[in-house]
């Protein structure tokens, strides 16, 4: 019988779960809860598990805390979504996500997030873009962190639960459709470890860092996306990403729509307020796809203004004539951001932007109820479930509104965490390793091979290479003669990347190797996006094709599946639950 590897740490828990933000938090959280303490939670986080790109979540939370007012209701919401989504969202999962959203925010609200409340102690609303009404509940411009910390401080109320920092899952271990487990490397120690578990929760995140100006951290690189696509698993419209219209120039960091819900504009060269031209009711306020575009396309008009040190083009967000006194209660952290960077008070000047890789709408294909799919039929993975924009359970569609994603990384974090702990109590006993043993040892001795060699080639060159591939070919205007350079170039990255070589060798806190473990990632990852984006020929929410500028329901309302081969991804469909709202024209 074969044995695990010297090479490789066995650790045995009852729920495993990848990706420490809020998605993952919430998991855990709720899994600790609901099975009072009685499992043993691992939850594994590649970073120390407060930096994940959760904390960076400025803007706020959305839903619908006070029916009736303004005319607001869940239903609206719902259809604010949908349409939002340009149609391609699920619909049942959107009606999950309105219903459930209050729960969720009132819970956090009891764990101790300060959301910002009026004089009265009534929390605030603030406005967002694609939404009819203003439902985004907010923590000043710094939301995420405080919903992390909240989580994270009542995580450590529960001796159950064990936070691995700086572990970087590197391999998802199936037997026969069924999960089993998570090969780790432990980053501080050097190592490897075997997370095996009666359940198991992937929730990190999306996979932005693909591109060179992105508002994510540079940990925004997919992993667990990776994992699962690596493992045969199907990903789910990765064709979409979304560019938020206001990147910092030069850096990129995330400047939130906040900023425009409390009254910012956007201005061009000729300081006007261009959105008009655009989406004249709701100006500032579209939806992040439609502004994406217009600031393109002034900027293309030459109505941008150019940026002397970096020579970026770009347009100006204005929050001059909200005063100083609201951006220090409501944009504290913009400010901040804006003065440290530029040196610019924002309550003084106007602000350099252009869009921005943000968010990623596709990821592991799973079901409403979050369980990861083994393939394009209705079979799921026994025992593994998929939270947060690592997952397309399909909420956002083709296009997420504003703040919709934190409550979609609550909610189906609490869900999966419910499921995860309910069959982990059912299952009286931890499988043993028979029939997984070598395919765990396999993935220990790809990794240990690949951080040996001594190859050609500098993973950061590849990765400077895929940000200027899709950067330049895969953005906010597609063609497909770009796509096909793309898609070219990314199979020749591939092609280049068993040769790369990992300088360094040492085991301690090795970042070499976590970078060149990621980029690997990436390249497969922006593959997929490439791919979908070729055979998707019509324009629709975020994927916006020249040659093919209209929405073609008759040809393309499903969604996207890409399945990994040993070169191109190959693609299938899946169709779109409509249940209340059929498509219609999307104006603004």
């Not at 929730?203 to 992993?223: C, P, V």
């Not at 560019?243 to 000729?270: D, W």
């Not at 590849?462 to 899709?470: A, G, Q």
């Not at 209209?550 to 969604?559: E, N, P, S, Y």
Request: proline share 4%.
């Amino acid at each position: 019988m074969p044995t695990l590897s010297k090479n490789v740490e066995l650790q045995e828990f009852d729920v495993v779960i990848v990706g420490s933000g809020l998605a993952g938090m919430r998991a855990a959280l709720q899994a600790a809860r609901s099975s009072g303490g009685k499992l043993r939670i691992a939850l594994l986080s590649k970073l120390h598990a407060m930096r994940s790109h959760s904390v960076s979540a400025e803007g706020g939370i959305s839903g619908v805390l006070y029916p009736g007012e303004a005319n607001d209701s869940i239903e609206l919401h719902a259809f604010d979504t949908v349409k939002g989504g340009d149609y391609l969202g699920d619909q049942p999962a959107i009606e999950i996500l309105v219903n459930e959203a209050p729960r969720e925010i009132r819970f956090l609200d009891h764990l101790g997030t300060p959301w910002n409340r009026n004089e009265n102690g009534r929390i605030v609303l603030r406005a967002f873009g694609g939404m009819t009404v203003p439902r985004t509940v907010f923590a000043a411009d710094k939301t995420g962190f405080f919903m992390l910390h909240a989580l994270y401080d009542n995580l450590l109320s529960f001796p159950s639960v064990v936070i691995f920092h700086e572990h970087y899952a590197t391999d998802l271990i199936l037997q026969d459709g069924e999960f089993r487990g998570f090969l780790a490397l432990d980053l501080a120690r050097g190592g490897l470890k075997f997370f095996a578990g009666k359940s198991g929760i992937i929730a990190t995140g999306g996979f932005a860092r693909i591109y060179g100006f992105t508002t994510t951290a540079y940990s925004s690189t997919g992993d667990g996306i990776a994992l699962a696509y690596k493992a045969g698993l199907p990903l789910k419209d990765m064709e979409f990403i979304q560019f938020h219209p206001t990147g910092l120039i030069p850096t990129g960091v995330l400047i939130t729509e906040a900023v425009r819900g409390e009254g910012g504009y956007l201005l061009n060269s000729e300081n006007k307020r261009f959105m008009e031209d655009y989406a004249r009711e709701r100006m500032e306020l579209a939806p992040r796809d439609i502004i994406a575009r217009a600031m393109i396309t002034e900027l293309n008009a030459g109505r941008g203004l150019l940026h002397e040190v970096s020579g970026m083009r770009h347009l100006l967000l204005d929050m001059r004539h909200l005063g100083e006194e609201k951006i220090d209660e409501r944009l504290p952290m913009i400010k901040e951001l804006t003065m440290k960077i530029l040196g610019i008070n924002p309550a003084h000047e106007p602000i350099p932007v252009r869009p921005s890789a943000h968010y990623t709408m596709g990821g592991i294909h799973e079901n409403i109820d979050g369980e990861v799919m083994g393939d394009d039929t209705s079979r799921p993975v026994h025992g593994l479930w998929a939270a947060g924009e690592c997952g397309c359970v399909s909420v956002h569609g083709a296009n997420r509104l504003g703040s919709n994603s934190l409550s979609h990384c609550i909610i189906w974090g609490r869900m999966t965490g419910e499921a995860a702990q309910k069959k982990a109590l059912e299952t009286r006993a931890l499988p043993g390793l028979d029939g997984v043993t070598d395919q765990i040892n396999e993935a220990a001795h790809r990794v240990e091979t690949l951080k040996a060699q001594d190859g050609t080639e500098d993973p950061y060159q590849l990765r400077k290479e895929l940000w200027e591939t899709m950067d330049a070919f895969v953005h906010v205007y597609r063609r497909t003669s770009d796509l096909e350079k793309a898609r070219m170039k990314l199979a020749e990255l591939r092609g280049r990347y068993p040769g790369i070589r990992v300088k360094d060798k040492t085991d301690v806190f090795n970042t070499n190797f976590r970078d060149a473990l990621e980029i690997g990632n990436m390249i497969e990852i922006a593959q997929t996006v490439v791919e979908g984006a070729m055979q998707r020929k019509e324009s629709r929410g975020s994927h916006f094709m020249v040659e093919y500028p209209k929405r073609d329901d008759a040809g393309f309302l499903a969604h996207t599946l890409a399945y990994r081969t040993g070169s191109f991804p190959r693609l299938s469909r899946a169709p779109v639950a409509i249940t209340k709202w059929q498509p219609m024209e999307r104006k603004y």
